[in-house]
């Protein structure tokens, strides 16, 4: 590692030491909960597991589709038996 990299790791800890943490924390870790910043944080979150569960119910759906048709073209198949000569 050079010695440019260490000093600016070394500047970045001493800043974070010296820093008040009121300034590292957002609104909501803070406390703040009616702030603007934390219902758009809430939004977002919900957004986000809205996709995840729209994604995960249409892999859900899929492979549900693809096991009925399975079942319905095994039953439309005769059974067929070995015939021995």
Not at 26 to 42: E, R, V
Not at 44 to 51: D, E, K, S, Y
Request: hydrophobic content about 55%.
């Amino acid at each position: 590692m050079n010695w440019r990299l260490a000093k600016i790791f070394l500047l970045t800890g001493a800043l974070a030491l010296v820093t008040k943490s009121s300034v590292l924390a957002c609104a909501t870790c803070y406390g703040a909960s009616d702030s603007p910043l934390a219902q758009g944080m809430n939004w977002g979150i919900a957004t986000l597991l809205g996709v995840i569960a729209s994604v995960l119910a249409g892999v859900v759906a899929f492979f549900v589709h693809v096991g009925v048709r399975a079942a319905k073209v095994n039953a439309s198949e005769p059974i067929q038996t070995e015939k021995t000569p």
